[in-house]
C-alpha cells in the first residue's frame, strides 16, 4: 500500500513542488469510458432498449476485466496494491477529514479504494448476473438457455437490486468529490483528466521511481483481447 505524502505542495511551496504524472493514460481512459458505459447502461435500461441495453453490458464487462488485470499491470497508483488498505487505515483517515490536516495521498486514500473495489465489484455482479437475466416478455440475456428458470428469476433480482447499489455508490463518489473541492480544496477530476498532479517534490521523486506499467499500445492490445474473450466468450457459449 502507499505512504501518504507527509505534506501537501502548497504546505511546502511552490518552489518546492513539481508536477509530476500520477494517473496513467490507459486509467484516465478506463475511468471516463467506465463513466459513459454506465450512463448509456442506465439509458437504456430505464427507456427499455434492452438489446442495446445487453450490448452495452458486454463492453462494460470486457472494461472491467482490463481494468481487473490492469489492478496488477498498470503503474504504481493504477495497481489494487497501492491502495489496498485495512479497516484501521480507513478508519484513521475518516478522522482526518474533519480536520484541516491528515494525511494526504497520491492516488487513492484508503476511502477511495474501499469506493474503488466496491464500485468495480458491483458492476462486474450488475454486468454478470445481466447474461441470464429474462424479463419474462420477450428479452432473454445472451446466457439465459444455460441456466434454469428459478436461477435466472434470482439473478434477475440481483440484476434489479444491484443498480440501487450503484446509484448510492455514484450518489457518494460524487458527493466527495464536491466536498474535497470545496472544503479540502483539493481537485479530484483535474488530475484524472491531465494525469498529472503537484507535489512536493521528494515525494514527486518518490512518484517517478514508482513501476509505471506498460505503454498505450500494450493497453490497447490488452482491451482488444478483453473485447475479444466476452464477445468470442459469450458467442461460442449460447
Known amino acids: 500500500m502507499q505512504q501518504p505524502a507527509s505534506d501537501t505542495a502548497s504546505q511546502t511551496g511552490k518552489a518546492d513542488s513539481r508536477k509530476i504524472r500520477v494517473w496513467d493514460l490507459p486509467t484516465r481512459l478506463f475511468h471516463w469510458l467506465l463513466v459513459i458505459l454506465v450512463a448509456a447502461m442506465i439509458g437504456t435500461g430505464l427507456s427499455g432498449r434492452l438489446e442495446q441495453h445487453m450490448v452495452i453490458g458486454q463492453a462494460l464487462l470486457a472494461l ?5 488485470i490492469w489492478g496488477f499491470v498498470g503503474n504504481q497508483q493504477a495497481r489494487f496494491a497501492d ?21 494526504h495521498y497520491v492516488g487513492h486514500n484508503p476511502l477511495g479504494g474501499y469506493a474503488v473495489f466496491a464500485m468495480l465489484g458491483l458492476l ?10 429474462s424479463d419474462d416478455i420477450a428479452t432473454d440475456g445472451p ?10 428469476a434470482q439473478l434477475s433480482s440481483i440484476h434489479r437490486l444491484t ?14 468529490t464536491v466536498f474535497y473541492l470545496t472544503v479540502k480544496r483539493e481537485n479530484l477530476v483535474k488530475p484524472m483528466l491531465t494525469g498529472d498532479k503537484l507535489l512536493p517534490a521528494d515525494e514527486a521523486a518518490r512518484v517517478a ?8 499500445l500494450a493497453a490497447a492490445i490488452l482491451f482488444a483481447l478483453c473485447l475479444a474473450a466476452v464477445f468470442g466468450g459469450i458467442a461460442l457459449l449460447r
Do not use: C, E
Open 143 to 152: 446466457l439465459y438457455g444455460l441456466v434454469s428458470g428459478s436461477v435466472s
Open 163 to 176: 443498480i440501487d447499489a450503484i446509484y448510492i455508490v455514484v450518489g457518494i463518489h460524487l458527493l466527495s
Open 124 to 133: 462486474l455482479l450488475q454486468a454478470v448476473s445481466g447474461l441470464f437475466t
Open 209 to 216: 521511481r514508482a513501476p509505471q506499467g506498460p505503454g498505450l
Open 64 to 68: 472491467l476485466l482490463f481494468r481487473l
Open 83 to 103: 491502495f489496498l488498505a485495512g479497516p484501521g487505515a480507513a478508519l484513521a483517515y475518516l478522522r482526518g477529514l474533519i480536520g484541516k490536516g491528515g494525511p
